[in-house]
T-cell receptor, first 113, second 111 residues
């Protein structure tokens, strides 16, 4: 099993450009999450999904959109990138248990110039 | 608002000693708390989970305590090794199936 994979690993954007980050998991997990990690601030939840076709806002959703058309995939979109969105983005998934142990992907390092 | 504090950004200890990392939280009462390890350039990896009705949990050289009165969790690594060098994140359960992560403590075990 590959676990949780993220595409791409690195990306540089110019302000105003758009892009989509792809997260895929092969563990048949119901729940999926997108986080951003910035120095000194820990992981902050952007959006999450509790199942195919559902999404919900996390702590820092502004400037991002998500879609969960298939159970195994969770897409994070930036419609008009801003320098403040320079960060490392992590996707995670978890099975539908009560304790939410999360399995993380390797991350995407995004730089917005 | 919910707040998590991990004792220090960086902790250096000598090989063979016990490392103790602290996680304090305020303004909520999590039913459980998790600890993760993160290596540079990689995603966090789950280590241990402790529930509110458990005082202590062990796994090999790792031990976690959870004091709901003090609102604190301690994470211990005994007989530490240079391979234990990493950033350790605590994550109390937040609301509605969400974990809230601390900013982490970077542990360096010196040979």
């Amino acid at each position: 099993n590959a676990g949780v994979t993220q595409t791409p690993k690195f990306r540089v954007l110019k302000t105003g450009q758009s892009m989509t980050l792809l997260c895929a998991q092969d563990m048949n997990h119901e729940y999926m999450y997108w986080y951003r990690q910035d120095p000194g601030m820990g992981l902050r939840l952007i959006h999450y999904s509790v199942g195919e076709g559902t999404t919900a806002k996390g702590e820092v959703p502004d400037g991002y959109n998500v879609s969960r058309l298939k159970k195994q995939n969770f897409l994070l979109g930036l419609e008009s990138a801003a320098p403040s969105q320079t960060s490392v983005y992590f996707c995670a998934s978890s099975p539908p248990t009560s304790t939410d142990t999360q399995y993380f992907g390797p991350g995407t390092r995004l730089t917005v110039l | 608002s919910q707040k998590i504090e991990q004792n220090s950004e960086a902790l250096n200890i000598q090989e063979g000693k016990t490392a103790t990392l602290t996680c304090n939280y305020t303004n909520y009462s999590p039913a459980y708390l998790q600890w993760y390890r993160q290596d540079p350039g990689r995603g966090p990896v789950f280590l241990l989970l402790i529930r509110e009705n458990e005082k202590e949990k062990r796994k090999e050289r790792l031990k976690v305590t959870f004091d709901t009165t003090l609102k604190q969790s301690l994470f211990h690594i005994t007989a530490s090794q240079p391979a234990d060098s990493a950033t350790y994140l605590c994550a109390p359960q937040g609301s509605a199936r969400q974990l809230t992560f601390g900013s982490g403590t970077q542990l360096t075990v010196l040979p």
